[in-house]
């Protein structure tokens, strides 16, 4: 990528993008995914008996199951976890979280961290705008969207603007959905920092926010044509038949047991011809009916 390239913000779908477009990614040609996930480090440094127990507590607190997620991706956040609730020990921390139950959102987000960007992955916009979508879109008014793990909005914000490039924003139904009720409460303000909207083009900059004292905020045309809600993909069925699912950089941060768990539930709730879009590092295994058509893009078999 040239320098030019590297010092502006281009559209997602912008043609320098096309030479990349395919790198290092997965033949189009149809197979089954049904291998499981190579094992993390992570699981290489057991959680002790006091920082197992705090982590159940907490995690009981926040209505989750602890052993979804990948302990040893936990053990290196507990530092974190304690300074937000300003205590040197777990008994003083679980003592905070009995007596100020509003710390608890703040203390599970440092837990269960959602990294997310706005367009992020140029390619797999490019290949949203010029071909899923509009294959999604064949004898149909409008498509039904759900962002899996939308932690504070970019992603599905990102969508939202490029379907309002392609003037469809109106004909559809887009929701978010996080395990973290703080993380829903952000995504719905739609309020970013300067350093969270670098990666947005400036013209979609200008359309879609406004500047305000120290931050951007969305528009509200487009926070307007978003639903957020909080919900535990691992424990609840969203209803509903989606033609376009995101699920991205979840399931990294999952045990083998929960992603096999995590994707025949997400495969079920495509309808047939439907996309499913995952981080760069995710396979979708257990699913039986997906098929690879380009990086990070699967569609169920009809």
């Known amino acids: 990528m040239s320098v030019q390239m590297q010092q502006r913000a281009l559209s997602p779908w912008a043609p320098e993008f096309q030479h990349i477009r395919f790198r290092g990614s997965i033949a189009r040609d149809r197979f089954v995914l049904a291998h499981e996930p190579r094992l993390g480090r992570e699981q290489e440094a057991p959680l002790s008996g006091d920082e197992e127990s705090f982590l159940r507590f907490l995690f009981k607190e926040a209505g989750l199951d602890l052993y979804n997620y990948r302990l040893g991706t936990l053990k290196r956040r507990i530092p974190a976890c304690l300074r937000v609730l300003y205590a040197s020990s777990f008994t003083e921390a679980r003592r905070v979280v009995q007596q100020k139950p509003a710390l608890l959102a703040a203390a599970i987000s440092t837990m269960v961290i959602g990294v997310t960007s706005f367009f992020r992955d140029g390619g797999v916009w490019e290949q949203l705008r010029s071909e899923v979508i509009p294959a999604l879109l064949k004898g149909r008014y409008g498509l039904a969207i759900w962002c899996v793990g939308c932690s504070d909005g970019p992603e599905l914000y990102s969508l939202a603007m490029m379907l309002a490039e392609m003037k469809l924003l109106q004909r559809c139904h887009l ?128």
């Open 175 to 302: 929701l978010g959905t996080d395990c973290r009720a703080d993380a829903i409460k952000k995504a719905r303000a739609g309020q970013f920092d300067a350093a969270a909207i670098k990666s947005v083009p400036a013209e979609l900059l200008a359309r879609y926010f406004e500047e305000q004292e120290a931050c951007w905020r969305v528009k509200v045309a487009i926070r307007d044509a978003i639903h957020w809600r909080r919900a535990n993909v691992l424990t609840l069925h969203e209803p509903g038949v989606w033609d376009l699912i995101l699920c991205r950089n979840m399931s990294m941060y999952l045990t083998p047991d929960a992603s096999a768990n995590l994707f025949p539930r997400l495969e079920m709730s495509l309808r047939p011809g439907g996309t499913l879009v995952l981080g760069k590092a995710e396979r979708p295994f257990a699913a039986s009916h997906l098929t690879s058509i380009g990086p990070c893009i699967y569609r169920r078999e009809r």
